[in-house]
């Protein structure tokens, strides 16, 4: 257990259905990052929050795609109008302190029917 | 090209073997990160290191910044190793803050 935890573990849903999935860092962690892992692939890089600053954003997420950190802890990912395309690995790392590793999460594991 | 690759991409091998999975990049970096994802799980981080060597148990990593390559050992190799393991780099210029830039990965399976 790396202290970075995510919820919910499992989701499926159909298509055109939205979804919100949620990450807890490590609470002293002032950064956070979200990834997405297809199939086959290593995980991509979609977005990145120093505190509750959204401050980049991936192509890769589309405009269907909001990410928020409200109060600088906890995050959500939403996606609106799922697609199958949208299937995926929904990673969340945490990052802070004085020694740079990011701890990364359990990960939320979408599927769209 | 892909700015992380990692060789072999499959790989099987008998209990006991020593392994070795090797990654080479393209970009600068601040850091190096070994992980591993049994499957259907998440990722756990194995190594981060800019330099030189670490060891934890019976893994070790290894790192040579002149030759942007790394390589990661498993000795006494045992079927619970059996998993994917994902080379990623941080920090450089190419990437902003420590976004990670992974590889595309190993797939270990350690037969009994």
């Known amino acids: 257990d790396t202290g970075v935890s995510q919820d919910p573990r499992h989701k499926i849903t159909k298509r055109g259905q939205n979804v919100t999935f949620r990450c807890d860092p490590i609470s002293e962690h002032n950064r956070l990052y979200w990834y997405r892992q297809t199939l086959g692939q290593g995980p991509e890089f979609l977005t990145y929050f120093q505190n509750e600053a959204q401050l980049e954003k991936s192509r890769l997420l589309s405009d269907r795609f909001s990410a928020e950190r409200p109060k600088g802890s906890f995050s959500t990912l939403e996606i609106q109008r799922t697609e199958q395309g949208d299937s995926a690995m929904y990673l969340c790392?945490?990052?802070?302190?004085?020694?740079?590793?990011?701890?990364f999460g359990p990960g939320t594991r979408l599927t769209v029917l | 090209k892909n700015e992380v690759e990692q060789s072999p991409q499959n790989l099987t091998a008998q209990e006991g073997e020593f392994i070795t999975i090797n990654c080479s990049y393209s970009?600068?970096?601040?850091?190096l990160h070994w992980l591993q994802q049994h499957p259907g799980g998440g990722i756990v981080s194995l190594f981060m290191l800019s330099s030189g060597k670490k060891k934890h148990g019976r893994l070790i990593a290894t790192i040579n910044i002149q030759e942007k390559h790394s390589s990661l050992h498993i000795t006494a190799s045992h079927p619970r190793d059996s998993a994917v393991y994902i080379c990623?780099?941080?920090?450089?210029?190419?990437?902003?803050?420590?976004?990670?830039?992974f590889g595309p990965g190993t797939s270990l399976s350690v037969i009994p």
């Open positions: 990623a780099v941080s920090g450089g210029r190419k990437t902003s803050y420590d976004k990670v830039i």
């Open positions: 790392a945490s990052q802070g302190g004085s020694y740079n590793e990011q701890f």
């Open positions: 970009v600068g970096i601040s850091a």
